[in-house]
């Protein structure tokens, strides 16, 4: 398998950067809401949302690659049999997915930093605080990064599920190329 | 002349006199923000954690002749809590504490004063907070009042309460050490 896409093949990359990124959104959805159940004397209490943090914020990092990656090396052209709909619907849902991802981690980015504090990513650095004047900023962040998970985790479910409908249904290459096929 | 001058003085002073014997109304200085409402409450047993609400308003009217004639009044927007942390203010007001979004404003209103002592009295009042209302005392001090450089005339105090978090249901719980916040506020009113 090559590093890069092809126009029919998704390389190396793609591929391993897609199943890293739904991975870790799921594992990041379930920490998540873990997390701001626990009670104030778990010893989780404070280790749960550094992960969290942490793990979002190389999140950030790996999305902005897998962008740039795209750019670099475009993915392979759509399935012959997909029609206009298809492609269209397709295109939106991806669009959705990546641009409701970065919205997700900024959102949560803008709590932990709305009152100047950066966040330690897994105790070896820093991100420093930017934006933080939004009227009640914590709190509008907060809304936002809530519904939009849940959103997001739905709509992801929704994303396996056409591409389960593509392979069992319509019977095409949509997801085992996602494995390199 | 001397006697005219003298009969006014004593005029003068006699009105002077009936005007402090009657309760002046005071604004809490807000504009100059010389008024706090704060709190603090244990954290773990081991320090004090201390807040404050930073938008709140209202009035009081008081006679130093008459402490027992004054009366308070407080409304405070339980949204502008603020503990120097994001994610602590953004907890506090969820509702496993105070529920801002159901019940975003919190009221005092004296009901009656008893003087304690020499510039010190118990105000007695309801205290709305988190949609319960309950009678508190305040334990008030008289800090001073007089002139200000700026043509204004001021009064100030400070008092406090210790409030049981589940009195006024608040839901979380933050350990045996944590159960009672002390409010504390500290007020200057500018005389109307």
Redesign the interface.
Known sequence: MQWRNSSSHYGLVSIFMHWLVAVVVFGLFGLGYWMVGLDYYSSWRQTAPDLHKSIGLVLFAVMLARVLWRWFSPPPASLPNHGRMTRMASKLGHSFLYLGLFVLMISGYLISTADGRGIPVFGLFEVPASLTSIPDQEDVAGLVHEYLAWALVIFAGIHALAALKHHFIDRDRTLTRMFGR | MLKKTLVALALGGALIGAGQAMAADYAIDKQGQHAFVNFKISHLGYSWLYGTFKDFDGSFSFDAAKPQDSKVNVTLNT?SVDT????R??HI?SGDFLNVSKHPTATFASTSVKSTGEGTADITGDLTLNGVTKPVVIAAKFIGEGKDPWGGYRAGFEGSTKLKLKDFDIQ????PASQDVELIISVEGVRK
């Open positions: 949204t120097n942390h994001a994610e203010d953004k007001r979380k719980d933050l350990g």
